[in-house]
C-alpha cells in the first residue's frame, strides 16, 4: 500500500513557475514507476509526465515538453514536477500516481494523491 499526498499548488501568473511535490508512505517507493497528472473541469483526465522508477528515464506530453520537467528522490520518497513558462491552459488540479505499465494511461497506475490545485493567471 502506498500513500500519495500532494503539495506546491497555488496561483502564479502566466510565465511563472511552481514546483509540485508528492510525498509517498512507506518503504517500497522506489518500486513504482510515477506520473503526474491533471483535470480541468469538465475534461477527462490527461497524462501529464512519466518517470521511470529508477529514475533513468522519463517522458512528456507534449503539451508540456521543454516546459515541466519530473524528478524524483527515491531516498526522500518524493517525485517532483517542477513547472515553468506556465500557461493559463496548465490550470488544473494536478494529481500524482504510482505504479507501472503503460505511462501514458491512468488505468496503470494503481495509487494516486488527492490533488493540488494549479492556477494559472493571464
Known amino acids: 500500500q502506498v500513500q500519495l499526498v500532494e503539495s506546491g499548488g497555488g496561483l502564479v501568473q502566466a510565465g511563472g513557475s511552481l514546483r509540485l511535490s508528492c510525498a509517498a508512505s512507506?518503504?517500497?517507493?522506489?518500486?513504482?514507476?510515477m506520473a503526474w497528472f491533471r483535470q480541468s473541469p469538465g475534461k477527462e483526465r490527461e497524462f501529464v509526465a512519466y518517470?521511470?522508477?529508477?529514475?533513468?528515464?522519463?517522458y512528456y506530453a507534449d503539451s508540456v515538453k521543454g516546459r515541466f520537467t519530473i524528478s524524483r528522490d527515491n531516498a526522500k520518497n518524493t517525485v517532483y514536477l517542477q513547472m515553468n513558462s506556465l500557461k493559463p491552459e496548465d490550470t488544473a488540479v494536478y494529481y500524482c500516481?504510482?505504479?507501472?505499465?503503460?505511462?501514458?494511461?491512468?488505468?496503470?497506475?494503481?495509487?494516486w494523491g488527492q490533488g493540488t490545485q494549479v492556477t494559472v493567471s493571464s
Open positions: 512507506g518503504r517500497t517507493f522506489s518500486s513504482y514507476d
Open positions: 518517470i521511470l522508477r529508477s529514475g533513468r528515464s522519463t
Open positions: 500516481a504510482a505504479g507501472g505499465g503503460i505511462p501514458t494511461m491512468a488505468g496503470a497506475y494503481d495509487y
